[in-house]
């Protein structure tokens, strides 16, 4: 089955159109790599070992999974990582994506997969205690219009959008307990894709957010047994973040520190606001300002300073009116 190259655009940082010269390399970076792993098993098995396969074993323990699980994967790209990843486990995938092209080249990279498994299979005897092996059906369509009944598990990628609109898609039409996963960026990626809190959606429960590899931030989520009503926030607080983790120029409030005299001294203490000037690479100091002082802080410190982004602030005092509640 070939599936149609006009029917959707996967969307790119590009379309977003709040991004700059970098995020626009980064992201079509990442978009080449994919496709040079979907035309090459020696890249694909490179690429997913050094950027997949930790992640998505992350994944599947959150979650909870076991082989024979259903799960849908929404944002599969043309190379199916995460889907064959999580097929390799025992699940069985829906992977689905708008991108008609990328989808062609999925089904390639599927079918590739498919046939290496059985010709390993060739002349060897059946083991009857091997564990189950999945399967990955790829879907083409709108995730925003799909239904999501008789899916343990839903996965939405990082480059997902609208990504709210999907998100909330899948809290509607989900089963009770169906546990949502979907990636958020973090760091340098902040600027390049969408990061939604679980309060953006209406939902009072913070979840399980975990750190991710490649500047991602993992939430997941079980689908409550009422939802809020559309628009409603929650009084909640919205899911903290590490002061390393904001994007340059982005406003916080400081949520905790660590208790260091020389941090109290330079303003560094709950209740400030704060916003990230620089993160020097390779595990390089962070230069945040504080009070209107710039101040250096090593790594290792900087990541233990807990950040409430200045918009997750204003969602939950939107709440009732009173940011101290949640």
């Known amino acids: 089955m070939r599936f149609d190259p006009v029917t959707g655009e996967r969307p790119t940082a590009t379309a977003r159109g709040k991004t700059g010269w970098g995020e626009d390399a980064l992201v079509g970076a990442v978009q080449l790599c994919e496709r040079l792993a979907a035309r090459s098993p020696q890249f694909a098995r490179l690429y997913a070992r050094a950027f997949y396969r930790t992640m998505v074993d992350r994944e599947y323990q959150l979650a909870e999974l076991k082989p024979g699980d259903r799960v849908a994967q929404i944002g599969c790209g043309p190379f199916p990582m995460t889907a064959l990843q999580l097929a390799a486990r025992g699940c069985h995938v829906t992977a689905i994506d708008c991108d008609g092209a990328a989808l062609n080249a999925a089904a390639d990279a599927v079918s590739a997969l498919r ?9 060897e005897a059946s083991d009857d205690g091997a564990p189950e092996r999945g399967s990955v059906t790829l879907v083409q369509a709108h995730a925003e219009e799909l239904q999501y009944e008789g899916y343990e598990a839903v996965i939405v990628a990082l480059h997902v959008a609208p990504k709210l609109a999907v998100l909330r898609r899948v809290l509607e039409t989900a089963d009770l307990g169906t546990r949502l996963l979907y990636r958020n ?6 600027g390049a894709y969408q990061r939604v809190t679980p309060g953006a959606m209406g939902l009072s429960q913070t979840g ?17 047994v009422r939802l809020s009503k559309d628009g409603e926030v929650a009084a909640a607080r919205c899911a ?17 520190a660590p208790d260091l005299p020389a941090l109290a001294a330079l303003g560094v203490r709950p209740g400030k606001t704060c916003s990230l ?18 101040v250096a802080l090593e790594r290792s ?20 009116g009173d940011s101290s509640q949640g």
Not at 115 to 123: K, V
Not at 208 to 224: F, S, W, Y
């Open 115 to 123: 046939a290496g498994h059985e010709a390993a299979e060739h002349g």
């Open 185 to 190: 960026p973090r760091s340098v990626l902040r």
């Open 208 to 224: 399980i957010i975990a750190k991710l590899p490649g500047n991602k931030e993992l939430v997941m989520l079980r689908k409550p």
């Open 240 to 256: 903290e973040c590490a002061l390393c983790d904001l994007a340059p120029r982005e406003l916080g409030t400081i949520a905790y």
């Open 277 to 294: 000037v620089a993160a020097h690479p390779w595990g390089g100091p962070v230069i945040c300002s504080v009070g209107g002082r710039q």
């Open 301 to 320: 410190i900087a990541a233990d300073i807990g950040i409430l982004p200045l918009g997750c602030v204003a969602e939950c005092s939107g709440a009732n």
